[in-house]
Structure formats: C-alpha cells, structure tokens
C-alpha cells in the first residue's frame, strides 16, 4: 500500500508540464508587490492546506527584514465560521468574509480536490463581483472551480489525498519561488 501510494504521487509529480504554476507564482508577486490582500480557502484537508500555505505566505517567504505577503486562511478561524455557518449557511462561510476583508486586485485561491465544494463556488463568485483575481488548485475532473475561476491548476488524479499533497507541492514551489525573488524581482517568472 505504501509504495503504491508512493508510485502513485511520483506518476503525479513526473509526468506534467509545471508552466500553470508560474502563472500562479506570478498573480501572487503581484499582489505582494501591490500590498494586496491573499485569501485561501478550502473544506477539510484542503482547509488545513489553506492555513499551512497561509502561514508559508506571511512569514516563509520573507527574507533579511522583508516583509510578508498580507495572506489569510479564510478556514482558520472556528469562531467566524460556526457563527457564518450557523446564522447564515455553510456555503457562506467564505464568501462572507470575502465581501467584508476583500477589495479589488486582491487574489483568492481556492483549494478543492473536487472542485464542487458550494462554499468555495460562492468565494469564486463572490470574489469576481468585486474584481478580486481568482485561482483554483483542483483534482479529479476539476468540477465547477475550473470553469468559473479566472484561473486554475488541474492534477489528475481521482485521488482526494494525492489531490491535497499536490496542493501543498505547489505552494511550496511557489513559497520557494518568491522567497528567493522577493515583490519586486527583476527574475522572470517563467525562468
């Protein structure tokens, strides 16, 4: 069972063509180059990717006294999304806070192995109301997330942990990418 799970993110790892994350890599030196808000988001797993990659985002990239990027995990904080939940809906729970922290030219990313979730399809849709960028990171056929996001990266893989690990993967690169170039780099993203 190990190995094959193993093979089975190799084969994931191996055998694509990596030019979607620069285009990721290069709205997120935007918005930290524009002090613009990032937001992520996602359900289960993908929530806790959200938070992790948040956290790389703030603190990881910043390097020798620079500052961070001004990223947020919208799934980290329990008391805004039970109230959210509770007193609206759980399909809210993200959208809501995209409308009251959101502003134009800030990016969201969604994280979703289905790419289905309704909470994250309302952050998309919430997000393009107000001319915020918006990126899915999806597995499996990709669902509804690829179609309306402005922009996304599809793994195949009908796999919902093979799905997540790639999520982290590629905000590790990009975490790698732009702690090594900074906001302002001179180094083009597709090198």
């Known amino acids: 069972m190990f190995v094959r799970y193993a093979e089975s993110l190799r084969h994931v790892l191996e055998n694509r063509d990596w030019s979607d994350v620069y285009r990721l ?26 938070i992790h990659l948040a956290n790389d985002f703030l603190y990881g990239v910043a390097e020798h006294g620079r500052r961070g990027i001004r990223a947020e995990a919208l799934s980290a904080n329990s008391a805004v999304l039970t109230c959210l939940a509770n007193d609206l809906s759980y399909e809210d729970i993200f959208s809501t806070q995209i409308v ?11 994280l979703s192995g289905s790419g289905n979730s309704p909470n994250v399809l309302q952050a998309l849709a919430s997000a393009a109301k107000m001319n915020i960028q918006t990126f899915a990171i999806v597995g499996y056929d990709g669902g509804i997330c690829r179609k309306i996001a402005d922009d996304y990266i599809h793994i195949q893989a009908d ?17 790698k990418w732009l702690k090594a170039s900074g906001p302002e780099s001179e180094r083009r993203v597709s090198s």
């Open 159 to 175: 796999d919902m942990q093979i799905a997540e690990d790639f999520q982290l993967v590629v905000g590790h690169m990009c975490m």
């Open 100 to 110: 009251t922290k959101g502003d134009e030219g800030d990016l969201l990313i969604v």
């Open 25 to 50: 890599v290069a709205q997120i030196q935007r918005v930290w180059r524009e002090d613009k808000n990032l937001f992520l988001c996602g359900n289960g797993g993908s929530a806790g990717n959200a």
